[in-house]
């Protein structure tokens, strides 16, 4: 019902900046959640950023100061602006969206984009 397609990943140096792109399509529903996780090989896939449809706003504590999530709510699409990129920021970045409806969460997902940051 819900495609994510994301971009922008890539190999930056340590202190470089990169910006994630979302866009969701499909059937997109009223109260939906969007936000940026990521996974490395043999890791759990850990929250990054969420924004809410009401705009609020989560930050893992690692990335705080550093990572700016936006919503373009007109074109359903999310954004993660990282500044002040570590090394330990390396890995796949992947876009979710859950959808809050009929008293279930449907949790959709992007293909996932690489983000290698290297000293």
């Known amino acids: 019902q819900v495609q994510l397609v994301e971009s922008g990943g890539g190999l930056v140096q340590a202190g470089g900046s990169l910006r994630l792109s979302c866009t969701a399509s499909?059937?997109?529903?009223?109260?939906?959640?969007m936000g940026w996780f990521r996974q490395a090989p043999g890791n759990q896939r850990d929250l990054v950023a969420r924004i809410t449809s009401d705009g609020d706003i989560n930050y893992a504590d690692s990335v705080k100061g550093r990572f700016t999530i936006l919503r373009d709510s007109a074109q359903n699409a999310i954004y993660l602006q990282m500044n002040a990129l570590k090394p330990e920021d390396t890995d796949v970045y992947y876009c979710?969206?859950?959808?809050?409806?009929?008293?279930?969460?449907?949790?959709?997902w992007g293909q996932g984009t690489q983000v290698t940051v290297v000293s």
């Open positions: 979710n969206l859950n959808n809050f409806r009929a008293g279930s969460a449907f949790i959709y």
């Open positions: 499909g059937t997109i529903f009223d109260v939906n959640d």
